[in-house]
């Protein structure tokens, strides 16, 4: 079946301007989660949405950075007035509920995010 | 807290020699521990895994990785390096029995040479 999608896969945008990430989750995951890919700062998790419940946001660098996530499936990572830190890839990885066990992260294939 | 550390930001080995990728953590509770693979402008693959049960796990393309609990460590081996294994290998760490926000190291690249 299909796997996780992301959308653009790259993106460049002027300092100063929003940007929306969007991750497709595979059908039936009902967690999904954000990470940063970036040369000064590694892997970091950012945002983790798992069903109706409220999200853990507690990754997320700045009040910039907010995230949604609609009807349980599509979600979109918004960054407000980028600055030239937040160029990195953005992961979204989706599995089943991870709650009191685990269940393997399947990642998309990154959005590559470029702040000139 | 929890925090990987990866020996190494690069290694290089000779096309059949062993592979050996260094991991430790650090944990307060007890860990799930995961190597990811990451090929060139790719998504990031999961290798294999340790969460409860053998400590010795074994994963796709002939790697491995014990985890050792005494020294903190979950380090990944394959006997035989392939030249399609090169690529930047990804330890992460996660809490057992919650929810799976992956705690990474800092990665490690391994180049495999003729």
């Known amino acids: 079946g299909a796997g996780v999608s992301q959308s653009p896969s790259n993106k460049v945008t002027e300092k100063g301007k929003d940007v929306e990430l969007r991750c497709d989750p595979i059908?039936?995951?009902?967690?999904l989660y954000w990470y940063r890919q970036s040369l000064g700062q590694g892997l970091e998790f950012l945002i983790y949405f798992q069903g109706n419940s409220a999200p853990d946001k507690s990754g997320l660098p700045s009040d910039r950075f907010s995230a949604e996530r609609t009807g349980g499936s599509v979600s979109t990572l918004t960054i407000q007035r980028t600055q030239q830190e937040d160029s990195a890839v953005y992961l979204c990885?989706?599995?089943?509920?991870?709650?009191?066990?685990?269940?393997?992260?399947?990642f998309g294939p990154g959005t590559r995010l470029t702040v000139l | 807290a929890q925090s990987v550390t990866q020996l190494g930001s690069h290694v290089s080995v000779s096309e059949g020699a062993l592979v050996l990728l260094r991991c430790n953590y650090s944990?307060?509770?007890?860990?799930?521990l995961f190597w990811y693979v990451q090929y060139p402008n790719q998504g990031l693959q999961l290798l294999l895994k340790y969460t409860t049960g053998a400590t010795l796990v074994k994963g796709i393309n002939g790697f491995e990785a014990e985890f050792k609990k005494s020294e903190t460590s979950f380090h990944l081996t394959k006997p035989s390096a392939h030249m399609s294994d090169a690529a930047e290998y990804f330890c992460a760490v996660s809490r057992s029995g919650g929810y799976n926000k992956l705690i990474f190291g800092a990665g490690t690249r391994l180049a495999v040479h003729p």
């Open positions: 990885a989706s599995s089943l509920p991870g709650v009191g066990s685990y269940n393997e992260q399947f």
């Open positions: 944990s307060s509770v007890p860990p799930y």
């Open positions: 059908s039936g995951h009902t967690a």
